[in-house]
């Protein structure tokens, strides 16, 4: 006789997947407004997107789909398992733009200093400079 029970209770599992939903859907709506380079608020959109339709499947393949039909119940894993794997690429795509953002902005702030501090020393040269005829006379 197949098993027709599901892994968890639809009511355990639905407050907990709805929930989520409305925080990751609050949270798109929020990365909207933060102040971030175009292509990281893209990254993070999207990475957003996926988690929200991983929340969904996930919360089917434990609480809606019986292991006992078990095409639909290993679809839904093996969707679960592939939205996770792009969440964490996803993931890393953001890591690497913010590694490089880092970095740009490191040299932009070494070039200014270095640039000012060359201005400074220019400005004490030329006060020295100044000062050394001064002192002899």
């Known amino acids: ?18 929930m989520t939903l409305l925080f990751l859907a609050g949270y798109a709506m929020a990365l909207q ?5 175009p292509k990281r608020r893209r990254i993070r959109t999207a990475n957003t997107i996926v988690m929200m339709l991983g929340t969904c499947m996930l919360a089917s393949g434990v609480s809606v789909i019986p292991p006992a039909s078990s095409r639909e119940f290993v679809l839904v894993w093996l969707i679960v398992m592939w939205l996770m794997a792009i969440s964490v ?41 100044e000062a050394e005829p001064a002192g002899r006379g």
């Open 1 to 18: 006789m197949p098993q027709t029970s599901t892994i968890l209770p639809l009511w355990l599992t639905f407050p907990i997947a709805a």
């Open 89 to 129: 690429l996803l993931a890393c795509l953001d890591a690497t733009a913010t590694v490089r953002t880092a970095v740009k902005l490191r040299r932009q702030s070494r070039a200014e200093f270095r640039a000012k501090l060359e201005r400074d020393l220019a400005e004490l040269s030329a006060m020295e400079r």
């Open 33 to 37: 407004q933060a102040p971030m380079a």
